[in-house]
């Protein structure tokens, strides 16, 4: 049986007629949130749903980490039926977020302005991979493009001038364009909270990458006329990197002046007291990248357990380098139940990641493990006020299809 709801978001219905990454993790984080969701899928389905090994077809490892707390209506929206039957489930929404291109959701009949015809208050919210005034409008985009064309696929030019671009090794422009379209959706139904009015909300990827990754490296040309270059120095340093130990590697950030020089000290380095790279905060950051040199002479003589102690004493920060083959096994994450072991009815044992956000009064939760392909059709189009034999006439037609494995151990 589903938990009762208790975030924040408790009450609100969302029609998630998006794909792959962004959009489903907008949807579910409002799922955590206690919003419920109603995932709205394509007979074709999501190929989300056939990434990654699975104890059954459609239950993909990227699928199960971004659409819990939803269920699942499968349509074919190119039948006039089936068309229908969505305009009466859009009559009950709050909030519809889908990533369809704007050409294409027209031609299906579900635009805002034919939306707001059905529902006038409803929130629409459509992700897009440029923004509708630019000359990219329209155009198809991933995270490969968007990585690229963001800017972040060339950072590492700031670091070796000799370097390839290169992509990070994860979908960083799918997911934090999915905060965005989290955020922008709730604060629109905030406004309509205060007004009764609903709204169009576009979620851009190239537009919400690039603000998100320059807030540091626009640097000096934050100013006009610039007062510096791009890139922020702190960051694009080639010897910011973790420090070898005797048995691995640490991540260690000494930033007061008294914990550079306890730490060289330490490490058998002769330091004067009226050494000047250690006057004030200007003569260390002035100085850093032969401090840094010079840290990374001593690391190697202690093991990572051995530092980790004595930073702890000395209230130095660190980190010990995680990867995710043991990033499971972090103390800390471990001891807060980031990662849960959960029972699938359907694929058995998996591992979820709670809401990492902590609500006092309205916390956030799992309700529902994510759902098989058209699981929820007859109790989402039964709550719309379709009769059973419109949704059995529906099934008949193909306009409704449904692939639900059976229960575990069956």
């Avoid at 995680?322 to 029972?343: A, C």
């Amino acid at each position: 049986m589903e938990k009762e709801k208790s975030g924040p978001l408790a009450g609100i219905r969302v029609i998630d007629m998006s794909t792959v990454v962004l959009g489903p993790y907008a949807g579910q984080i409002m799922g955590d949130l206690g919003a419920e969701v109603i995932r709205v899928e394509s007979p074709q389905s999501d190929m989300t749903r056939w990434a990654g090994n699975s104890p059954h077809p459609g239950f993909g490892t990227i699928f199960m980490t971004c659409n819990r707390n939803k269920r699942s209506l499968c349509l074919d929206l190119r039948k006039d039926s089936a068309k229908a039957a969505f305009r009466e489930l859009i009559k009950t929404a709050d909030v519809f977020l889908h990533n369809v291109r704007r050409a294409g959701v027209a031609r299906l009949g579900f635009d805002y302005d034919d939306v707001k015809a059905i529902k006038p208050d409803i929130v629409y919210v459509h992700a897009v991979g440029f923004g509708s005034e630019g000359p990219y409008a329209g155009q198809p985009a991933y995270d490969d493009l968007v990585q690229a064309a963001g800017g972040s696929a060339g950072l590492n030019a700031f670091i070796d001038p000799e370097a390839h671009p290169e992509f990070m090794p994860t979908l960083a422009a799918d997911k934090t364009s999915g905060l965005h379209a989290a955020y922008a959706t709730m604060a629109a139904l905030f406004h309509r909270e205060r007004t009764g009015e609903g709204q169009f909300v576009e979620v851009p990827m190239l537009e919400s990458f690039a603000s998100f990754l320059m807030i540091e490296h626009l640097n000096g040309h934050v100013y006009d006329p610039p007062t510096g270059d791009y890139g922020y120095h702190n960051i694009i340093n080639f010897k910011r990197r973790p420090y070898p130990t005797a048995d691995g590697y640490l991540c260690i950030m000494p930033y007061q002046v008294e914990q550079w020089r306890r730490i060289l000290k330490l490490g058998g380095l002769e330091i004067a007291d009226d050494d000047p790279r250690f006057v004030d905060m200007n003569s260390l950051r002035s100085s850093i990248n032969e401090l840094y040199d010079l840290l990374r002479t001593i690391t190697p003589a202690k093991t990572s357990a051995d530092w980790a102690d004595i930073f702890v004493e000395m209230d130095v920060p660190f980190a010990h380098i995680n990867s995710p083959e043991n990033i499971m096994e972090e103390p800390h994450l471990k001891d807060v139940g980031l990662f849960q072991r959960r029972e699938h009815p359907h694929e058995g044992g998996y591992v979820a990641m709670r809401h990492p956000v902590k609500f006092e009064a309205t916390p956030a939760d799992i309700y529902r493990d994510p759902p098989a392909l058209g699981e929820h059709n007859r109790e989402v189009l039964e709550e719309a006020g379709l009769s059973g034999e419109a949704i059995d006439a529906l099934e008949a037609e193909g306009a409704l299809f449904s692939m639900v494995p059976p229960p575990t151990g069956e």
